[in-house]
């Protein structure tokens, strides 16, 4: 069992950004991809996601030996695969409960009891800090930065799904709600998920601990090591790197 991201070429309007490009991760790891701006971070977790203006080419997106590069968004969300987006679309006119209650039913397709899934609903956004007159606003609609993060994880725990790649989920938030969002990220990790979390800071590591982390320059891994590695950059930056 494992996510596998193999010999990945991925393209936009036919400029290659990311080359042969491969990472595994196993139910139970966390990995982390850090890199300096315009690495092309966002593309792996937009191509690997489906999103129809990136080109995988070349390489294969295998999820618990189900190939899934050519499959749709939605087929990718029920093999198991979550992403969440740097720059979270704001969907007017649908409920953050409503998306989330389709995107379940979708992902697991067994429709839950309603009442049953307001109140774990209502149970995992206590526990995010969140206000519950969220469930009734339009899906991110007016949210600050750091609702839109909070929503982001409360998605992941409510779809549960057995790997999540998660973009930049620290970045804009103050101390208190990166802690929360670090918790919650926590809450859903287990032996059975994997997780590969795309960051530019060293902060979010305060809370999850990562068992690897890669760097990527230019479209290539062009190191991976253990968490001692964020430090360094934290210390060092990138340059020795590029
Ligand atoms: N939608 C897009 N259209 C054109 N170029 C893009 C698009 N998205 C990303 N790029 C280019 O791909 C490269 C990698 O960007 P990105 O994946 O956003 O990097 P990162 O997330 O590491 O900062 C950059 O040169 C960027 O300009
Ligand atoms: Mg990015």
């Known amino acids: 069992m494992s996510l596998e991201l193999k010999n990945l070429q991925i393209s936009i309007d036919n400029k290659i950004i990311i080359d042969d490009l491969s990472l595994t991760v196993k139910p139970g790891e966390v990995h982390v991809i850090m890199g300096p701006n315009g690495s092309g971070k966002s593309t792996l977790a937009n191509a690997v996601f489906g999103h129809p203006k990136y080109t995988i080419g070349v390489g294969k997106v295998i999820v618990d030996k189900n190939d899934v590069t050519k499959k749709s968004p939605d087929k990718k969300a029920q093999a198991g695969l979550f992403l969440s987006m740097q720059y979270a679309p704001e969907i007017p006119g649908v409920?953050?409960?409503?998306?989330?209650?389709?995107?379940t039913a979708a992902m697991t397709h067994e429709n839950k009891n309603p009442f049953e899934f307001h109140e774990e609903l209502k149970k995992m956004m206590k526990q995010l800090?969140?206000?519950?007159?969220?469930?009734?606003?339009?899906?991110?609609?007016?949210?600050s930065g750091g609702e839109k993060k909070r929503t982001e994880i409360l998605q992941l725990l409510m779809l549960k799904p057995t790997y999540a790649i998660l973009d930049e989920t620290d970045s804009g938030l103050d101390v208190d709600a990166l802690r929360i969002v670090?918790?919650?990220i926590n809450a859903f990790h287990s032996s059975k998920t994997g997780l590969i979390l795309i960051t530019h800071y060293n902060r979010l590591l305060e809370y999850v601990v990562p068992d690897f982390v890669h760097i990527m320059v230019k479209g290539k891994i062009i190191k991976s090591s253990g968490k001692e590695l964020a430090k360094e950059i934290e210390k060092e930056g990138y340059k020795k790197f590029l």
């Open 129 to 143: 800090g969140m206000d519950t007159s969220f469930a009734t606003r339009y899906l991110n609609t007016g949210f």
């Open 95 to 103: 409920t953050v409960a409503h998306f989330i209650r389709v995107a």
């Open 182 to 184: 670090g918790a919650g």
